[in-house]
């Protein structure tokens, strides 16, 4: 009887593969608050911890608000031979968004806004009923797939590297200060990093599939 039991659980015995190496681990139970790691090149496989789900949903929607701030109100403010001008980084979209310049709008508008606010409202989507110990919405896997999926695409830090770059070069030719949508994207950019660090992707992959059953 034992026997058939084991044989039985070596059957249904699930393999997790590193994302890093594809080396294959037999999957255990990972108690909350330890970190599974690969055994060939140490990438961290899951890392469940307590609270994790709550914590990634609120620094997303954190997010979600700051990068409403990041875009709207007046990013720098420019001032020489006694004319200032301040714009938002919505205004600087639009500027381009005329004649051959069309494309670069286009794609400033989807790496720096859409992309990175269609990301979090996945999370948030996906999240949500994993928080509140409900049964996941619909398509929330698909969510997931696509938040995971757009993640090399949303460039917000690239962004910020990019504009402190060319102030360097702006800055001696006229009087640059920042307004609060500097320094909400600079927030964006350090919530964005905690979000990813707290967000286990294997403990919400199961959690999705255990939900559904
Ligand atoms: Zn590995």
Redesign the pocket.
């Known amino acids: 009887m034992t026997i058939a039991r084991e044989s039985s659980a070596a059957v249904q015995r699930r393999y997790i593969a590193?994302p890093?190496?594809?080396?294959l681990h037999v999957e255990a139970l990972i108690p909350e608050d330890y970190t599974a790691t690969?055994r060939?090149?140490?990438?961290v496989l899951a890392a469940p911890r307590r609270n994790s789900y709550a914590r990634v949903l609120s620094l997303a929607v954190t997010a979600l608000i700051l990068m409403l701030g990041a875009l709207f109100f007046p990013f720098i403010s420019l001032e020489a031979a006694g004319l200032s001008n301040r714009t938002s980084v919505v205004d600087a979209m639009l500027a381009f968004s005329d004649g051959l310049m069309l494309p670069l709008s286009i794609a400033v508008a989807l790496l720096i806004a859409l992309i990175p606010a269609a990301r979090l409202c996945a999370i948030a989507y996906t999240l949500v009923p994993l928080v509140f110990g409900g049964r996941p919405y619909r398509h929330a896997e698909t969510a997931f797939r696509m938040a995971e999926r757009l993640r090399p695409w949303s460039m917000a830090e690239i962004f910020i590297v990019g504009v402190a770059v060319a102030l360097v070069k702006v800055s001696g030719l006229a009087s640059v200060s920042f307004g609060p949508a500097f320094w909400a994207f600079a927030a964006l950019v350090i919530v964005t990093v905690l979000q990813d660090n707290a967000m286990c992707r294997y403990t919400i992959w199961k959690s999705l599939e255990n939900q559904r059953r």
């Open positions: 590193c890093h190496c594809d080396t690969c060939h090149c140490g990438h």
